[in-house]
């Protein structure tokens, strides 16, 4: 374990005024006090972090309480969310995906070197946690070729089974798992967005990819976007409306661009917005996904 590691949890450990000291920091980290106590002077000396010894206590604090450790390191916790950031970047093929994917390139290295892509701004995504934790176990079920059992769920209800995951891709603003249930020549995408709860299983499966991932793409949404006139409560003064292209706007009317007919329609189901005013077709299956709700809801209170 690096001893920026070390540092960081003795960092942690100053700010929750628990006064720390050599013997904690072997103790925790099963090293020697010696090498503990190097880790301190290194602090010390090299990060010019403020330690002060305060015998009452018998550990350290900071007299400047407004240090901050440099950051010449990352966390577990960091290294997913750059390693999911570099997966959807590799994936991202439209304006200056050159610049982006070399920027991925960098990322999937965990390095911590600002990226020079000229005037222009990279696209945002947003690291969600829960789509981050599906992300961790899903690459590692796929690394293993194990099984998982995926609690799913999107405009047609919740169900839960147990799927064999070949592949990650991003497609549109949107994470898909390529895999299949049953048959490996059956194989389909399904969106981690719409994932409640992930569980790598004990079960392993065995496929050969070569020549079988594709048939996936079928199902993929096509690659011009659509695009959605909606009427906001307040005008939106970003070029995205929560990962989704603004085109433009006039007052509180904006048109949005999309890719993914289902994933958007997610999206409207748990955004704020006023009136969507086309396309028809849009309107018409929000008003049936509504409908559907309304009567699953409806039928499960005549059961009870």
């Known amino acids: 374990m690096s001893n920026m590691h070390r540092i960081h949890w003795f960092d942690e450990q100053i700010r929750s005024g628990r006064f720390p000291n050599s013997s904690w920091l072997a103790r925790e980290f099963e090293i020697s006090r010696r090498q503990a106590q190097r880790d301190i002077e290194y602090m010390a000396i090299s ?176 690659r011009k976007p659509f695009v959605a006139k909606i009427r906001m409560r307040e005008v939106q003064h970003t070029e995205l409306w929560q990962g989704y292209r603004i085109r433009e706007n006039q007052d509180q009317v904006h048109w949005i661009e999309f890719y993914d007919t289902e994933a958007f329609l997610q999206h409207l189901f748990v955004t704020e917005w006023e009136e969507l005013l086309s396309p028809t077709w849009l309107r018409r299956k929000l008003q049936q996904s509504a409908e559907g709700i309304i009567d699953r809801l409806a039928m499960s209170s005549r059961q009870t």
């Open 47 to 222: 990060l010019r972090a403020p330690l002060v010894y305060i015998a009452k206590y018998r550990g350290y604090c900071y007299e400047d309480q407004t240090y901050r450790l440099p950051h010449l390191y990352m966390t577990e916790e960091e290294q997913q969310v750059l390693k999911y950031l570099a997966h959807r970047y590799r994936h991202y093929n439209y304006d200056q995906s050159d610049a982006v994917k070399r920027v991925a390139h960098l990322l999937e290295r965990f390095t911590l070197e600002k990226q020079q892509t000229g005037s222009s701004q990279l696209p945002v995504f947003k690291a969600d946690p829960q789509q981050l934790q599906s992300f961790e176990i899903l690459s590692h079920a796929i690394a293993e070729s194990r099984k998982v059992h995926i609690h799913y769920k999107d405009h047609a209800g919740e169900r839960q089974f147990t799927w064999c995951p070949l592949k990650m891709v991003s497609q549109f603003n949107a994470d898909y798992v390529v895999g299949y249930e049953f048959d490996p020549l059956q194989q389909t995408a399904i969106r981690l967005e719409g994932m409640i709860h992930v569980q790598m299983t004990n079960d392993t499966f065995q496929c050969q990819t070569d020549g079988l991932l594709g048939g996936w793409e079928e199902s993929m949404p096509v």
